[in-house]
């Protein structure tokens, strides 16, 4: 079955770090670029990163840069993010989500839950 | 950064009659190169991902039934429901990924009336 299945997700204090993991199954994980996407229940969708199929490049929301860290092993058919620093704002699902070969995303993740509290 | 804006925020539809939604990018998502607008469209239902719908801004996802249909080009896009089903209820998102940071909508919930 192709899918993807998040991890990671916790309850952390302000100021902590969580690192995420996307775990691909059921189609070439090597071959695709890939995104993390979060979820407010009252800011809605927002990308957060991207990493290309290899890895060499990533991208992320300007807001995130320096503090997030998208990576991935293709070995381990694994997609990572490393988040520091964290905030009460950055509570929120975390989803990853796989770009076709039209650009769109074509598949996603059930997502993991982010709390930041005290 | 481009902003996605939707309208309605919510609207309530009467079984089997028609919703239509609809989004507008503050620039345009059209690409010269191959004439495509970079614009999806999604479901998302309660404790679900969303799921892709449309793409292209007017292409089927396999799968998806045919009474859902997108249209539009450069900066205003319709998503449109031509016969609601139950099933349907849901909130529904417009997407560009023309270029980064990629934007969603605010998202327009569909109820039944």
């Known amino acids: 079955e192709v899918q993807l299945v998040e991890s990671g997700g916790g309850l952390v204090q302000p100021g902590g770090s969580l690192r995420l993991s996307c775990a691909a199954s059921?189609?070439?994980?090597?071959?695709?670029?890939m995104h993390w996407v979060r979820q407010t229940p009252g800011k809605g969708l927002m990308w957060v990163s991207r990493?290309?199929?290899?890895?060499?490049?990533?991208i992320y929301a300007d807001s995130l840069r320096g503090r997030f860290t998208i990576s991935r092993d293709n070995a381990k058919n694994t997609l990572y993010l490393q988040m520091n620093s964290l905030r009460a704002e950055d509570t929120a699902v975390y989803y990853c989500?796989?770009?076709?070969?039209?650009?769109?995303?074509?598949?996603w993740g059930r997502g993991t839950l982010v709390t930041v509290s005290s | 950064d481009i902003v996605m804006t939707q309208s309605p925020d919510s609207l309530a539809v009467s079984l089997g009659e028609r919703a239509t939604i609809n989004c507008k990018s503050s620039q345009s998502v059209l690409h010269s190169s191959n004439n495509k607008n970079y614009l999806a469209w999604f479901q998302q239902k309660p404790g679900q991902p969303p799921k892709l719908l449309i793409y292209w801004a007017s292409t089927r996802e396999s799968g998806v039934p045919d009474r859902f249909s997108g249209s539009g080009s450069g900066t205003d896009f319709t998503l449109t429901i031509s016969t609601l089903q139950t099933e349907d209820v849901a909130v529904y998102y417009c997407q560009q990924y023309d270029s980064a940071p990629l934007t969603f909508g605010g998202g327009t919930k569909v109820e039944i009336k």
């Open positions: 990493v290309t199929n290899s890895g060499s490049s990533t």
């Open positions: 059921g189609f070439t994980f090597s071959s695709y670029w």
């Open positions: 989500a796989r770009v076709s070969p039209h650009w769109h995303f074509d598949l």
